[in-house]
Structures are given as structure tokens and as C-alpha cells.
Nanobody, 119 residues
Framework: QVQLVESGGGLVQAGGSLRLSCAASRAFFRITDMGWYRQAPGNQRELVAGVSSTGTIAHSSTYSDSVKGRFTISRDNAKNSVYLQMNSLKPEDTAVYYC?????????WGQGTQVTVSS
């Protein structure tokens, strides 16, 4: 199994930036896809960004249309971590952000971190 611990959420004004971090407890080189979902009150959980890897080699990144050009996902295999740099934040980005990791055909989730963007 993999435990995921997120950090970096908080309150920011519109136009500001935040950086989310997600650290995996173990077996990072066996994790394939890793990334972030978010869920706002009353909404379904939606994919924000993901990055795939095979061993230590990163492959492709994917982003939802709503965050393209503003958010950047990156992965540091040496630190067992994935990051989400969020720039030009908008009030509609307000949500709980969840890190996920795919390992051996199972998906693991972090506990979530709140991001609130004030107008």
C-alpha cells in the first residue's frame, strides 16, 4: 500500500499562487500515474492534473481545460513527491484538492487539502 500526505493548501486572493505537495510513503518507483483531483461543495470530484511515469522516467502530463496554462504538475522521484503549482488562481478554483497514486492496479488517495480563493 501507499500512504499519501498532502500539504500546501490555504487561503489566497484571486490572482495569487499556491503550491501543493504530496509525498508518498513508499514504493514510489512502482507508482505509475500520480496527480490531483479536486472537489467543490455540491460538485463531483474532477481531475485537475496527472503525470505518468515508468520507474524513474516521467512521461506525459495531462490537465483539465479549466487549469491549462495556469497550473503545472511536476514529479520528483528522488523525494517520492508530486507537486501542483497553481498560478493566477480564481474563486472557482476553491475546492478540496486530493492527491492520488496508482500502484499495482489500485488507486490510493490522500486526505485532501483545502484551497480557498477569495475574490
Amino acid at each position: 500500500q501507499v500512504q499519501l500526505v498532502e500539504s500546501g493548501g490555504g487561503l489566497v486572493q484571486a490572482g495569487g499562487s499556491l503550491r501543493l505537495s504530496c509525498a508518498a510513503s513508499r514504493a514510489f518507483f512502482r507508482i505509475t500515474d500520480m496527480g490531483w483531483y479536486r472537489q467543490a461543495p455540491g460538485n463531483q470530484r474532477e481531475l485537475v492534473a496527472g503525470v505518468s511515469s515508468t520507474g524513474t522516467i516521467a512521461h506525459s502530463s495531462t490537465y483539465s481545460d479549466s487549469v491549462k496554462g495556469r497550473f503545472t504538475i511536476s514529479r520528483d522521484n528522488a523525494k517520492n513527491s508530486v507537486y501542483l503549482q497553481m498560478n493566477s488562481l480564481k474563486p472557482e478554483d476553491t475546492a478540496v484538492y486530493y492527491c492520488y497514486a496508482d500502484l499495482d492496479s489500485s488507486r490510493y488517495w490522500g486526505q485532501g487539502t483545502q484551497v480557498t480563493v477569495s475574490s
